[in-house]
């Protein structure tokens, strides 16, 4: 991402990190306030259609950065379909069961 420097890349993990953080701290506090009931098959869902979408995102865009425009884009496109699919489940079974 940021070739031969010793500052940008690793400052680059770390905000990436903090952001990261602070969504999944948000995450909780919104389901508490909001009163929706969390058990551990609702978080895995939730980290789950996470999870898919920040590896979706993440390995598309290195394959179209390195060339393989084709790959990255067919990778993109089928992580982001299983993520929708996902986050839908997600919106029907955690946020509906209010």
Do not use: D, H
């Not at 009931?37 to 999870?51: E, F, R, V």
Request: charge should be positive.
């Amino acid at each position: 991402m940021f070739p031969n420097s010793q500052f940008m890349g690793p400052l680059f993990w770390i905000i990436l990190g903090m952001i990261y953080s602070v969504l999944i701290y948000s995450f909780s506090r919104w389901t508490k306030n909001a009163g929706i009931q969390m058990n551990w098959w609702k978080w895995a869902l939730s980290a789950g259609a996470y999870i898919l979408l920040s590896m979706g995102v993440a390995g598309g865009t290195t394959l179209y950065s390195e060339g393989e425009a084709r790959a990255g884009m067919i990778a993109l496109i089928f992580f982001l379909i299983i993520s929708v699919i996902a986050f839908v489940l997600l919106f029907r079974f955690v946020l509906k069961s209010k």
